[in-house]
């Protein structure tokens, strides 16, 4: 099954809340969601009145919320750039010297973690580099951590860490690999990857070489998840393309510009499995995986199908996208085709760049957003459950046509204003050289390929209208926007947001969206001070609906998440089942809101 | 000789006899009271000559709604839209029914995500000629993206209707009956896809998707493991549209000639491909690659003599290239120079170890 719920856990959770609700349009307008049904009014409106439409529904619905802690902030900007007083100055480099090398427009990603388990979220940011070929390491400008030491307050720990690593970065993924309870982290290069071993002191340790990792290829995104359910985690590395440094691209006047993946030959993706002993083997041939060369960048990895098993969604550049399905023997089937999230609804490959799994239309399925090239559009293939695949619901959703003139990477999923709803953020940037949009603050040539970002805000079971004057600076700063990861920086309950930019400073938003409803955060391990389960997926009550969300650490573009599942809900219930990665179920009950909570396996009531 | 190929000939002869003179950096279209300004920094020589000399015949003739379509078909094909849409708009001025101008005018607002003004375009074309074929499939795929799946399928179908037996029309019907969930009627005009096209490969995995639909997974999977097994499956629908091709034939850049040289190549049209592989090379004479490609194709052509001097310039360009020295040792040894085709040889082998090519012709003469 398709679902990320099934009968009895759907069953299990309306023992003691009304049916269900179905999937259905009209549903927004239901007299028992006021607030839905005044912002999707807002978002059939004209665009000038949208956002009146919508601060009038917020704070009519923010007078009269009652269960809430924290009263309604109402004045705008919903995401304000604080990075001036966090103590973060990072800047990627390209070192674009005119010559235009494709490593060097993927800019990089970052990942949003707790590095030194003190409960609030570190940051590190991937650096690029000047030397090719890229085995040559150079250090002057490395990648660097930033550990936060009071809310909003960071220090550069790059080097007491020796996470300095100078290779040519592209992403990098977050995983407690060796199950010590430290969270570790894997640095995709051009040129050799690293494996970052947490000491659990503050500093790392490189162990790649130690654990058998040979990757040396064009990495873009990498995701760990326990794929044979033995315990520790594997690894899945998207390779972009052979790249080849003497190839050379021209645009459509001529002048010198950055290859498409289809200059080159493109590259097999690889999957390493955690032996349990601190080593991985390379199972990419055996696995299936390496059968279906492309140029992969994105990835996220959740049960797709329901059969208690990890399966991964990677999309892929120019190339159909792949969902691996896990037969549960070591091999995976790339079912993307007959699911319908290979292709877009005309039947075209896109140039797949970021993607997001989270259940967006609100009916306990996940969904895909993946984010593409200029002239195509953003595509949102929508669960429709019960074995049945995904349909692309671009056009509907309102995602499609308004994300046709941006080029889009990094994206996350986020109840921003904690309605229950996932809205949408979109780091943009254009790959080919274009018209310089007023305003952009990126130094030549990069003014040329910047764009705002995009903004989505859910109006309701994934009807999406334009957010961009009520999130504000998000989406009004023009640069060329590659990494994007949102998490509770500050610990407040609401989901702040980091983004990387090429030759631009890394930015932090402080989410400041008026509070429509209460919050959760949950993380989940099998026991006390070990790793998040990664897989592991939350239902939760909002009124007469139920609220989903997976525990991953791989997303957006070669960005790392934080492992921990966050809910807003308008009307929450004190009941949470999770569905552990191997399928298990259990119950939580008397939860209470406004908090961050951990769930132990076994801790729970079992649900059949 | 296609159409393409003698544009590309005359164009280069044009070039070749240095009949184009100095151009401005910038140039302005005073012919019209709302002057335009065309900025021309940076671009290929190439592209430059084709957009001063659009302007020049509009400066000769500016009463001529086909001059302005012609420079903006220019503009188009090389991926400039504002300004496209701006001569678009003029010839319409002068000519508001001119149906290639809003054709293209709406395409290339789409193209800038201006999606309103792109189906205003189309409807007025439709408002005339409301069967015209290939503006019901731009109209059709407009609604398609924007979720308005009922609208689409009607546009498909008067698509389909004055295009009987098109692959593209039943493509595009199946696609949007699926969407609509009207999965029966959507599997059978996939199969007739099937039957004009049988090796489409996205074709099937709609099909694979609408099976899936119709709860028939077994028929899913018998057809994903085809799709898993088959090589021979490829992307090949095209939509014919006279009306496109027009503009993009225009492309003079170097992408655009190389894309054609290749072509011709795949082809076996030697000569159209020099042609198009000299045209390109007047805007990159740098490019170490394009000047293997032209010795190469020399080499095709039997003209050794000349294939040996654009492989020397590729070799000083790219030393390391094991390709230009094998071509260039073929053209040697074609010339009677065996010992240094057989040098030529053995370097690219040492540049490339195990070149088949050049292994082969090293075995044929016993050096190895």
């Known amino acids: ?608 | 000789m296609s159409r393409g190929c003698r544009f590309a000939c005359f164009l280069c002869g044009v070039l070749l006899l240095g009949m184009v003179g100095p151009f401005p950096f910038n140039i302005a279209s005073s012919q019209q009271s709302d002057e335009t300004t065309i900025d021309v920094t940076g671009l290929e020589p190439l592209v430059r000559r084709a957009i001063t000399g659009g302007l020049r015949r509009i400066e000769k003739n500016p009463q001529s709604h086909q001059r302005h379509y012609e420079l903006a078909a220019i503009l188009d094909a090389h991926e400039i839209q504002e300004l496209a849409i701006t001569y678009y708009q003029k010839a319409l001025t002068l000519k508001p029914d001119h149906l290639p101008s809003l054709y293209n005018c709406g395409l290339n607002y789409e193209f800038l995500g201006r999606n309103e003004d792109a189906r205003n375009a189309w409807d007025r074309i439709l408002g005339d000629q409301p069967d015209h074929p290939t503006t019901n499939f731009r109209l059709g795929e407009y609604y398609l993206r924007t979720g308005q799946f009922e609208e689409a399928l009607t546009c498909f179908k008067r698509f389909g209707s004055s295009r009987p037996g098109s692959a593209m029309a039943h493509s595009r019907i199946g696609r949007a009956l699926l969407q609509l969930n009207r999965v029966t009627e959507s599997l059978a005009e996939l199969q007739k896809v099937m039957e004009i096209a049988p090796r489409d490969r996205p074709t099937l995995i709609t099909i694979s998707q609408a099976y899936l639909r119709t709860g028939n997974r077994e028929k899913a999977q018998e057809i994903q493991q085809r799709l898993e097994e088959d090589d021979s499956l490829h992307d090949s629908l095209v939509l014919l549209d006279p009306l496109r091709a027009e503009v993009l034939g225009r492309a003079i850049n170097s992408n655009s000639c190389i894309a054609r040289a290749e072509n011709y190549d795949r082809q076996g049209l030697y000569a159209c491909a020099l042609t198009e592989y000299l045209l390109a090379a007047r805007g990159r004479p740098d490019h170490a690659r394009l000047a293997q490609r032209i010795g190469v194709t020399l080499v095709k052509l039997a003209a050794y003599a000349r294939a040996i001097e654009h492989l020397d310039r590729a070799i000083v360009l790219d030393a390391s290239s094991a390709d230009s020295h094998h071509y260039r040792g073929l053209a040697r040894l074609q010339m009677g120079a065996r010992e240094s085709a057989i040098a030529d040889f053995r370097k690219s082998l040492q540049l490339q170890p195990g070149h088949p090519l050049s292994t082969e012709q090293l075995e044929k003469l016993g050096e190895l």
């Not at chain 1, 037969?327 to 993307?336: L, S």
């Not at chain 1, 692309?392 to 080029?407: A, K, Q, V």
Request: with cysteine.
């Open chain 1, 1 to 608: 099954m398709i679902d990320g719920i099934d009968t009895a856990t759907a069953m299990a959770l309306a023992e003691h809340t009304a049916t269900i609700k179905l999937m259905d349009s009209t549903d927004s307008l239901a007299p028992q969601q006021p607030s839905k049904a005044l912002l999707w009014s807002a978002g059939s409106s004209s665009p000038g009145m949208r956002v009146p439409l919508l601060l009038l529904a917020i704070i009519a619905l923010s007078s009269c919320q009652s269960g809430t802690d924290q009263p309604p902030v109402s004045e705008p900007p919903w995401l304000v750039d604080v990075t001036s007083t966090t103590g973060i100055d990072f800047a990627y480099h390209s070192y674009e010297s005119g010559s235009r090398l494709l490593p060097a427009h993927l800019g990089a990603g970052l990942a949003l973690f707790d590095a030194d388990r003190d409960g609030d979220l570190d940051i590190y940011l991937v650096q690029g580099n000047d030397r090719l070929p890229a085995t040559d390491k150079q250090t002057r400008d490395s990648n660097r951590y930033f550990r936060q030491d009071a809310p909003w307050q960071f220090v550069d720990a790059t080097s007491e860490s020796g996470l300095a690593d100078g290779g040519f970065g592209i992403g990098a993924t977050t995983g407690d690999f060796d199950n010590d309870g430290w969270t570790d982290i894997y640095v995709a290069n051009y040129g050799p990857d690293v494996l970052y071993r947490n000491r659990g002191d503050g500093s790392f340790e490189d162990v790649t070489e130690k654990a058998g990792i040979t990757v040396a290829g064009l990495t873009a995104s990498c995701a760990f998840a326990d794929i044979d359910r033995d315990g520790d985690l594997d690894l899945f590395i998207t390779q972009y393309v052979e790249f080849d440094p003497k190839i050379r691209c021209t645009d459509s006047v001529g002048q010198v510009e950055y290859c498409g993946p289809r200059s080159y030959p493109p590259a097999r993706n690889i999957l390493l499995r955690n032996d349990g002993t601190g080593t991985f083997s390379d199972i990419s041939t055996p696995s299936g995986i390496a059968s279906s060369p492309a140029a992969s960048l994105g990835i996220c990895c959740e049960d797709f199908n329901g059969d208690g098993w990890i399966d991964f969604y990677v999309a892929n550049d120019a190339y159909e996208n792949n969902l691996w399905i896990n037969q549960k023997d070591g091999t995976f089937v790339d079912e993307a085709g007959i699911l319908g999230v290979a292709l877009n609804l005309n039947g075209q490959t896109e140039a797949g760049m970021g993607v997001v799994a989270a259940d967006l239309d609100g009916n306990a399925s996940t969904d895909l957003f993946v984010t593409h090239l200029d002239m195509e559009s953003n595509t949102l293939y929508r669960n429709l459950g019960e074995q049945m695949g995904f349909t692309d619901d671009s056009g509907g959703s309102g995602l499609g046509t308004t994300s046709i003139n941006y080029t889009g990477f990094g994206v996350v999923a986020l109840d921003l204003e904690l309605d229950g709803d996932l809205d949408l953020l979109i780091a943009n940037g254009r790959v080919r050289s274009g018209p310089k949009r007023s305003g952009t603050q990126s130094p030549p040539p990069w003014d040329r390929y910047s764009e705002p970002n995009l903004c989505y805000i859910n109006s309701g079971e994934a009807r999406f209208i334009d957010g961009e004057d009520i999130v504000g600076d998000f989406c009004q700063v023009i640069e060329s926007s590659r990494g994007l990861a949102a998490g509770d920086i500050d610990g407040d309950g609401d989901l702040d947001v980091v983004i990387s930019n090429i030759e631009g400073p890394a930015r932090l938003y402080r989410n400041n969206a008026p509070r429509i409803g209460s919050w959760l955060k949950v993380r989940a391990s099998e026991e006390k001070g070990g790793p998040p389960l990664l897989g592991t997926t939350i239902h939760v009550q909002d009124g007469d609906q139920i609220i989903t969300r997976t525990i991953s650490s791989a997303s957006s573009y070669a960005t790392a998440i934080p492992a921990v599942a966050h809910f807003g809900a308008r009307d929450p219930g004190s009941r949470v089942i999770i569905r552990w990665p191997d399928g298990d179920r259990e119950e939580f009950n008397n939860v209470d809101w406004n908090q961050t909570i951990d769930l132990y396996r076994g801790e729970g009531k079992k649900v059949e």
